[in-house]
C-alpha cells in the first residue's frame, strides 16, 4: 500500500483529492492546519467524511511549522506527496500579505527541505493560472513567460515554482507544479463566486459583479481537476540525459526533474454566462450590482491543456452548467435551503 501526504487535506481540493487516493487503494495522512480563513466548520465536516476510513490519518498543524514536516517524512516516509496547503484568494492577499508569505513561500520550504532529506517518488505541487498574471495571449500555455503576477498571491505562488525548480534540479527531486484554473463544484470554498452568488440569489440579495460583468473564467470541475492530480502522480518528470531534447510544447525542465501542468476545461467562459447556469440552477434571477474591476484581478483566463491530455490522455469534460447544478444540489441540501 502507497502512502501519500495531502497538505490542506481538509480543504476544497484537498479533501476531494483525499477521497480519491483512499477509493484507489492509498494510505493517506492529511495535514491540514484548520485556519478561519473562512468557516472551519466546513473543514471539519469534510475531514469528518475522510476520517471514517481506517486508511486515513488527520495531523491538525501549519505546514510552516519548524520541522513538523522533517519529522512527518521522517517517520512516515510518504511515497507520494501532493502539497495543496496555502493560504488562498487574490484580494485578501492585500488585507494580510504575511500569511500568504508563511504559508506559501515558508510553508513550501519547509515541505521541499523534508523532501529532500527524505525524497519521495513524485511531489506534486499547486500553483495556480494567476501566475500567467499580465499576460494576455491565450489560451495560457506553460512555456509562456510568467514574470508579471498581478497580485501578492499570485507572485507566491510564482516564487514557489521557482524554488521548487531549483530543488529538483540540485537534489533530483522528481517535481509537478500544477496550474488551477478557478475550481468550481460541491464543498467549495465561500469566499468563491460561486458560492457567494449561489447564497446570495437564494437568499434575494445582490451579487457584486466586478468589471461590469466583462470577465472570462476557466471554470474547472473540482472532480475533473482531481482526476488530472491522480493521473499525474503516475506520471513524474524525468530528468534529461544531456544529449536530449525538451519535446516542443513541453514545459519539462532541461536541467531538472521538473514540470508545470495547466489543469482548466480548456474554455473561457464569460461572467454573465456563468450567472445564468446558476440562475438556471436555483430558478431564480440575480440581481446584479455592476462594479469595477478589483485591484489584482485581471479580465481572463483560459488554460491550453494539451500537455495535459498528452501526459495523461485526459481532457476535463464537465460542462459548466452540470458543474453548477451539483453545487447548487449540495448547497440546497448541506444548508437546509
Not at 150 to 171: G, V
Amino acid at each position: 500500500m502507497r502512502t501519500a501526504l495531502v497538505t490542506g487535506s481538509a480543504g476544497f481540493i484537498g479533501s476531494f483529492v483525499c477521497e480519491r487516493l483512499l477509493r484507489d487503494g492509498f494510505r493517506v495522512i492529511g495535514l491540514d492546519a484548520m485556519t478561519d480563513y473562512y468557516e472551519v466548520s466546513l473543514k471539519q465536516r469534510r475531514q469528518s467524511r475522510l476520517l471514517q476510513s481506517e486508511h486515513f490519518q488527520a495531523i491538525e498543524d501549519y505546514v510552516e511549522t519548524p520541522g513538523l514536516l522533517m519529522d512527518l517524512f521522517a517517520r512516515e516516509t510518504p511515497d507520494v506527496v501532493v502539497h495543496l496547503a496555502a493560504q488562498a484568494g487574490v484580494r485578501y492577499s492585500i488585507e494580510n500579505p504575511r500569511s500568504y508569505l508563511e504559508s506559501n513561500i515558508i510553508g513550501t520550504f519547509e515541505l521541499l527541505e523534508a523532501g529532500r532529506a527524505y525524497p519521495p517518488q513524485h511531489m506534486l505541487l499547486a500553483s495556480t493560472s494567476s501566475a500567467f498574471g499580465a499576460n494576455t495571449q491565450m489560451p495560457y500555455q506553460e512555456t509562456d513567460k510568467a514574470d508579471h503576477q498581478m497580485s501578492f498571491y499570485a507572485a507566491t505562488k510564482k516564487a514557489t515554482e521557482n524554488i521548487a525548480h531549483s530543488y529538483a534540479h540540485l537534489f533530483d527531486l522528481p517535481i509537478t507544479m500544477f496550474r488551477f484554473f478557478t475550481v468550481y463544484g460541491p464543498w467549495g470554498r465561500p469566499d468563491m463566486a460561486l458560492f457567494k452568488f449561489t447564497k446570495a440569489i437564494l437568499e434575494n440579495k445582490p451579487i457584486d459583479v466586478y468589471n461590469y460583468g466583462d470577465m472570462k473564467r476557466d471554470f474547472t470541475y473540482v472532480e475533473d481537476l482531481v482526476e488530472a492530480i491522480r493521473l499525474l502522480i503516475d506520471t513524474p518528470p524525468l530528468r534529461l540525459a544531456p544529449e536530449e531534447a525538451v519535446a516542443p510544447g513541453d514545459s519539462l525542465s532541461p536541467v531538472a526533474p521538473w514540470r508545470v501542468v495547466n489543469i482548466g476545461n480548456s474554455d473561457s467562459v464569460q461572467l454573465t454566462d456563468f450567472i445564468e447556469a446558476i440562475e438556471k440552477a436555483t430558478g431564480r434571477t440575480a440581481k446584479r450590482n455592476l462594479m469595477p474591476m478589483q485591484p489584482g484581478d485581471v479580465p481572463a483566463t483560459w488554460a491550453d491543456a494539451q500537455l495535459l491530455r498528452s501526459l495523461t490522455g485526459y481532457a476535463p469534460q464537465t460542462s459548466v452548467q452540470e458543474g453548477v447544478d451539483k453545487f447548487v444540489t449540495w448547497f440546497r441540501e448541506y444548508y437546509e435551503v
